[in-house]
């Protein structure tokens, strides 16, 4: 049985191939720069890497590429040998508290939900109805970035204002990175030796996106992104928690537009716009000497430090604190800064295992730890093809 799995960006294409006999990844890659000059197709193989520079005019013309190159390397025979196509979709909203079969009415949802997620929904509906127009016969699956977070109470997913918006608007927080979350827990329950469904864990999504997940029995009760991506953490551009009252004050006072102040927070906040970098392992290299990336640093850790008191707040327990991400799974430096003076909580980091762990996934709690801590590669493309395949196991019985 194999499964592909694709996310499909405004202006790229990624994917990953995987036999779902044993959970192996065969080959993958991306298209870039769809609809420009300068894009170029890539495709990598236990063997060896196909890499060329060509027009790809729109995504349908990438799928094209994409299902010529899967047979040219000797991954498929044929198309038929698929048994799915699994797609990220980023915003599920309301409507989608699971992954599923996409219909026509899944589709129609999707669309209606662009306002939330305008360049990340329409590239995802663009990959679906490539993948349609392709082979019209493929049976497709929506994994929804929002879905793993729908079990969130209402307290905590409801913003304080007019109760309309919430009720009537869809105003309210979602969250997003919930299959990377969702994978977090399935490794860390193993780790544990328990059941994903009596295991509680603090998870860490740390990249130039960024969020934090209470995770409580196997359900999300809390999350740092909201009714967008942009709540939370301080990221890699975008500036996370923030008082809304600035964005009064630069449209009055400074005349800035609305257009101006989203590509603001956005694009030209978080780490970026404190220093000027945005890659934490230059940011941590220059913060030895230079206050200006130091203050980078420290900014960083103190929210994420701020969230896991928060999260350990409303947890009932917590079995482990796990870090992801390029950063979170990578940086040994801003785990250690990051779980520095919480002894309060039971939380004693060992600092030999903590800088020479490189595995997957390792444990880098000291034994007198209550809690313990793991650093773990996070595989969000395994974790939809693994939501696709049960999706269409259920669907067949």
Sequence with gaps: MKILVINAGSSSLKFKLFKMQDESCLGFGHIEAIGKESSSVTLELKENILHKHMPVSDH????????????????????????????????????????CLI????????????????????????????????????KQVAVFDTAFHQSIPSYASQYALPRYLYEEENVRRFGFHGTSHAYMLKQASGLLGKSPQKTSIISLHLGNGASICAIQNGKSIDTSMGMTPLEGLVMGSRSGDIDPGIFFYLH??????????DDMLNQESGLLGVCGENDMRLILQKAKDDPLYRSARDLFVYRIRKYIGAYMAVLERVDAIVFTGGIGKNSAEIRALSLKDLQVFGIVTDTEKNEAGKSSAFSFHDKGSRIKLFAIQTDEELEIALQTKEVLVKSSL
């Design 60 to 99: 349908v013309e990438a799928l094209n590429i994409l299902f010529d190159l899967l047979v040219e390397s000797g991954l498929i025979v044929s198309l038929d040998e698929l048994y799915a196509v699994g797609h990220r979709v980023v915003h599920g909203g309301s409507y989608f508290s699971e992954a």
């Design 252 to 261: 009055r006072h400074k005349g800035y537009s609305v257009d101006e102040i």
């Design 103 to 138: 219909d026509e009415n899944v589709l129609e949802r999707i669309g209606e939900l662009i306002p939330l997620a305008p360049l990340h929904n329409s590239a995802n509906i663009s990959g679906i109805l490539a993948v349609r127009e392709h082979y019209a016969q493929m």
